[in-house]
């Protein structure tokens, strides 16, 4: 482990994994890189109704039903075997009534780093998770809060997220880790970025961000507007000039230009392999996978490994997905790592 001074503890195989890729990519031997954060969607369930998530929209909770926590468990232990680090996502994974043990179990099994991407709403109740997290991610567009309540579908949300990101901010440096909020930039809050930016700046937690997207993975039809257009420019700009005079924003500056001008680049899928809540792996990814075969059943590292690199890892309409398109970018940029953790 190395421990710096800005940054949770990294694990080393982490870096490694990271380095050799680099190179890999650099080489243009993109066909053997090596998987370096699992992002594990425990649930579909949400306890929210954003305007622009798919996720409520088309029924997902029903359609992929949840592992029972052995299950769970099992996917960890085996994915383990080849990805150094997890990101639990969903829906809302707090809503998942054995999150704490999961969380736990990833960290027993040398997960690091672990994330959460979460909206807050249950997080007083699941707090014992900030142990064994190093990057909690909450989800808010604005700190306007009706405009927020509007967005999340739910009367209320607004207030509870900007409290809770302040009540937990000033835990980050005791419980160690590391608190950002994300923002999906929508025509409904695109005037407030600025806003938001602050609020992070003051209340000492870090930014990200993506535009709203369409369920192919490119950008949303209403940001195309010429009107919007320059407003979404204009919120972009907000963000790329704090993130050179400021250390608010997290999202790396190849990542910033290219979303900025809805330009998405190379895909290396292998980096962020998914697994849903029902256990199945969506390689590529869950736009382009055509075969879903279920990790637990496959029962071994070395059966997933082989999956992954016989599935090609194409598609004819490259997307912004921003976990696929950041991962990538910091493949053919480490240097972009390297500035975070100095
Ligand atoms: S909190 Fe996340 S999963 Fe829930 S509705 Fe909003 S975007 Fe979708
Ligand atoms: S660019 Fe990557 S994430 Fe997007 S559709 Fe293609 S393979 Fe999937």
Not at 263 to 275: A, F, H, I, K, N
Request: proline share 7%.
């Amino acid at each position: 482990m190395i421990n710096l001074p800005t940054l949770p503890p990294i694990n080393s195989a982490f870096l490694r994994a990271f380095i050799t890729d680099a190179v890999r990519v650099r080489c243009g031997r993109t066909r053997d890189l090596r998987p370096l954060i699992l992002t594990y969607f425990v649930t579909f369930r949400c306890d929210m109704r954003c305007t622009y998530c798919d996720y409520t929209d088309h029924g997902y909770a029903h359609r992929f039903k949840e592992l029972e926590s052995e299950g769970a468990r099992e996917v960890l232990r085996i994915c383990r075997e080849g990805v150094p680090a997890v990101a639990f996502s969903g829906g809302e994974p707090l809503l998942r009534s054995d999150i704490v043990e999961l969380v736990r179990y990833a960290r027993t099994l040398g997960y690091r780093p672990i994330s959460m991407f979460t909206n807050s709403l249950m997080l007083e109740e699941k707090q014992e998770v900030l142990e064994d997290i190093d990057y909690l991610q909450i989800s808010l567009d604005t700190i306007d809060e009706e405009l927020q309540d509007r967005l999340s579908g739910c009367r209320g949300a607004g207030r509870r997220i900007v409290n809770n990101i302040m009540r937990y901010a000033p835990l980050q440096k005791a419980k160690r880790f590391r608190l950002n909020i994300n923002c999906v930039l929508s025509p409904a809050n695109l005037d407030s970025v600025p806003e938001l930016l602050r609020f992070a700046e003051e209340t000492g937690v870090r930014f990200t961000f993506s535009p709203q997207l369409e369920a192919d993975g490119q950008a949303a039809t209403v940001l195309h507007d010429p009107d919007t257009r320059h407003r979404y420019q204009r919120a972009v700009a907000a963000i790329l000039s704090h993130k050179r005079s400021t250390d608010v924003v997290l999202d790396i500056l190849p990542f910033i230009r290219h979303v900025g001008n809805f330009q998405s680049g190379s895909c290396y899928p292998m980096l962020t392999p998914r697994v849903y809540p029902d256990g199945t792996l969506r390689f590529p990814c869950s736009i382009v996978c055509r075969s879903a075969p279920s990790v637990p059943e496959l029962g071994s590292w070395r059966q997933v490994a082989m999956v992954l690199r016989k599935t090609p890892a194409t598609c004819a309409s490259p997307c912004l997905l921003p976990c696929y398109l950041e991962m990538s970018l910091l493949a053919e940029h480490p240097f972009a790592l390297l500035q975070e953790l100095t």
